[in-house]
């Protein structure tokens, strides 16, 4: 998989250091991508993927960035550029808060919520879209944005933010959608139920999953793999006729 310069299609991958994006990351450079692993702050964990990813045979970079900062962002797509031609975004970069209730969320909790989960898949899509587009010169590919099931069930008492903004993510993969469909770009969303991942422990809760277990139809949490089929699957031609769907990985749920 190469274009006349001899350059494999670049996969961004934002928050590809852990978790599903680790998954992603890891499936994408099996698929025949050079890979892109952003990453907030564990550089250790996103040069432990690189690693991988290079051991594959493929070229990965390790780019340290918040995605809801816009200078972040670019510097993010910069190190993309230098790689080769983006073929795929993964918006996979997202953020949980402590169990709270609506009325005790302080406004740095909502803006921090708002802007990470929301504003930033918002910013690198933009720029996702100014390299994949035919109406600018590109040709085409596929963004493929993490939703969850939280927006199907509120989240009462827990995280009611965080289900709006999946919520904002699932308005989002469709709108985007249906505006860049004609111009070679396939978005979609996947929405993950319970997966196994460090994201419990960072809203304080580290065995969520086990605890939950009972509630899941299949009776287990879903690993990280399991996300990763999916969007590697809607971001290969396999789904060239999928557009600006978000499909359940959930195990029921
Ligand atoms: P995770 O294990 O907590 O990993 C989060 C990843 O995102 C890490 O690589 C982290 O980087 C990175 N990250 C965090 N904030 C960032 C920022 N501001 N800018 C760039 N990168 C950032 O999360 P996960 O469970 O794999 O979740 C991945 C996605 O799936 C999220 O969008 C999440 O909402 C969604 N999801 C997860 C579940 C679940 O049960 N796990 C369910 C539904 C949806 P560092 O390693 O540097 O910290």
């Excluded at 006349?4 to 928050?15: E, F, L, S």
């Excluded at 998954?23 to 432990?48: F, M, Q, R, S, T």
């Excluded at 510097?75 to 709270?100: H, K, M, S, T």
């Amino acid at each position: 998989m190469t274009n006349a310069a001899g350059n494999r299609p670049v996969a961004i991958v934002t928050g590809g250091s852990r978790g599903i994006g680790r998954a992603c990351a890891l499936g994408l450079a099996d698929d025949g991508y050079d890979v892109v692993v952003n990453y907030a702050g564990n550089k250790a964990a996103a040069d432990e993927v690189v690693a991988a990813i290079l051991a594959k045979g493929r070229k990965a970079a390790a780019v340290q960035g918040d995605v809801g900062v816009e200078s972040d962002v670019l510097r993010i797509f910069a190190a993309a550029d230098a790689l080769g031609p983006l073929g795929v975004l993964v918006n996979n970069a997202g953020v949980i808060d402590v169990v709270c209730r609506v009325e005790a969320m302080s406004v740095e909790r909502l803006t921090r919520m708002m802007t990470i989960n929301i504003i930033g898949s918002f910013l690198c899509a933009r720029e996702a879209v100014k390299r994949l587009s035919t109406k600018h010169g590109g040709k085409g590919g596929a963004i493929v944005n993490l939703s969850s099931i939280a927006p199907t069930l509120g989240a009462p008492g827990q995280y009611v933010d965080y289900a709006a903004a999946k919520g904002a993510i699932d308005a989002f993969t469709l709108g985007l959608g249906r505006e860049v469909a004609a111009e070679g770009i396939r978005v979609n969303a996947v929405r993950p139920g319970l997966i196994e991942t460090d994201i419990h422990a960072s809203g304080g809760i580290p065995d969520r999953v086990k605890q939950l277990e009972s509630t899941i139809p299949i009776q287990r949490g879903g690993t990280a793999e399991e996300v990763a089929e999916c969007v590697r699957w809607l971001a290969s031609g396999k789904a060239s006729y999928v557009l600006g769907s978000v499909i359940t990985v959930s195990g029921g749920r």
